[in-house]
């Protein structure tokens, strides 16, 4: 069965520290997604990026990176200069391709969040 | 394009009552599906939808229904409320199983 384990509950960082959001995750599946999402304190769920597993290639969009290791089976999440407004929840999820029964459909698992507090 | 919209935002109920909660997208996306989320907890598939008229359970079906009869809308009901169902809601709908999910605004129930 698929599982995605985010290590850290909360993390606490002053404004201007880079700050890393593992992300670890199993799955017999070889063709699998890999998904961010932020929860800001307004409660909704905002996408990030999205990763397939033959893609391990990092991505890096302004502020944000994310390094993507199959060998390891992880997929951290790191923010370059934060900022007070990067102050949310932040889940990783993942999709396979092919669940045990068949076709997985799209249906994501998330990992239990990182709450990422910036103090100014 | 008002993405995926929920009603209600918030809701109180008592022990053994029942409501729906509406969600209602407008990307024309075949693929929707419910979670839960509870307190410092990730979110949970409740069901999900590949297109009208098909339905299937999640991880945490129980004590929910759902229907799919049209591409637009996809209710979830909740039939004899108990308190483990205190929890927020979310919908979500996606173009296809392999992209990213756009999510609703959430609806958070209370049952006491």
């Known amino acids: 069965a698929q599982k995605v384990t985010q290590a850290q509950t909360e993390i606490s960082v002053v404004e201007k520290e880079d700050v890393t959001l593992d992300c670890v995750y199993e799955t017999r599946d070889t063709t699998y997604y890999l998904f961010w999402y932020k929860q800001p304190p307004s409660g909704e769920l905002v996408f990030l990026i999205r990763r397939n597993s033959f893609d391990e290639q990092n991505e890096i969009s302004g502020r944000y990176s994310w390094n993507f290791q199959k060998s390891t089976s992880s997929f951290n999440f790191t923010i370059t200069a934060s900022q007070v407004v990067d102050s949310a929840v932040y889940f990783c999820?993942?999709?396979?391709?092919?669940?045990?029964?068949?076709?997985?459909?799209?249906?994501?698992?998330f990992g239990q969040g990182t709450i990422l507090t910036v103090h100014p | 394009n008002a993405g995926v919209t929920q009603t209600p935002k918030f809701r109180i109920l008592k022990i053994g009552q029942s409501m729906t909660l509406q969600c209602t997208q407008d990307?024309?996306?075949?693929?929707m599906y419910w979670y839960r989320q509870d307190p410092g907890m990730g979110l949970k598939l409740i069901y999900y939808s590949v297109g009208a008229g098909i339905t299937d359970k999640g991880e945490v079906p129980n004590g929910y229904n759902v229907s799919r009869s049209t591409t637009e809308d996809f209710p979830l009901r909740l039939e004899l409320a108990a308190p483990s169902q205190t929890s927020v809601y979310f919908c979500?709908?996606?173009?296809?199983?392999?992209?990213?999910?756009?999510f609703g605004p959430g609806t958070r129930l209370t049952v006491l």
């Open positions: 990307m024309n996306h075949n693929y």
């Open positions: 979500a709908s996606s173009y296809s199983p392999y992209n990213e999910q756009f």
């Open positions: 999820a993942l999709s396979e391709s092919m669940g045990a029964g068949g076709t997985s459909y799209g249906k994501l698992t």
